[in-house]
């Protein structure tokens, strides 16, 4: 079984940044891509960032500049951090991995943590 296990969601007042982590474990041969999507009140699921096993990167326009994404094979933890956060930016946060078991090759996420940008 997988799991991911995000934290460092919060409060952040406007202009501020915050640094958020994504733990895979459980019995994993291979993670294959990593990324961040999320969903603010209202609307649809959207994506963040994502970064492949060879570092390729990509993200959505109303990020880029602001937010990094970056991955620690070893750990098996990916991590996004922002920058320059605006209320905007305000909504539950997902890790997202494609990740290969012993059974087979999965999409999994994480429970969400909120961010909230406000003053």
């Known amino acids: 079984q997988v799991q991911l296990v995000e934290s460092g969601g919060g409060l952040v007042q406007p202009g501020g940044s915050l640094r958020l982590s994504c733990a895979a474990s459980?019995?994993?041969?291979?993670?294959?891509?990593m990324g961040w999507y999320r969903q603010a009140p209202g609307k649809q699921r959207e994506l963040v960032a994502t970064?492949?096993?060879?570092?390729?990167?990509n993200y959505a326009d109303s990020v880029k500049g602001r937010f990094t994404i970056s991955r620690d094979n070893a750990k098996r933890t990916v991590y996004l951090q922002m920058n320059r956060l605006t209320p905007e930016d305000t909504a539950v946060y997902y890790c997202?991995?494609?990740?290969?078991?012993?059974?087979?090759?999965?999409?999994?996420w994480g429970q969400g943590t909120q961010v909230t940008v406000s003053s």
């Open positions: 997202n991995a494609d990740i290969g078991t012993i059974v087979g090759r999965g999409d999994y």
């Open positions: 970064m492949t096993s060879g570092r390729i990167t």
């Open positions: 459980g019995r994993i041969l291979m993670i294959h891509t």
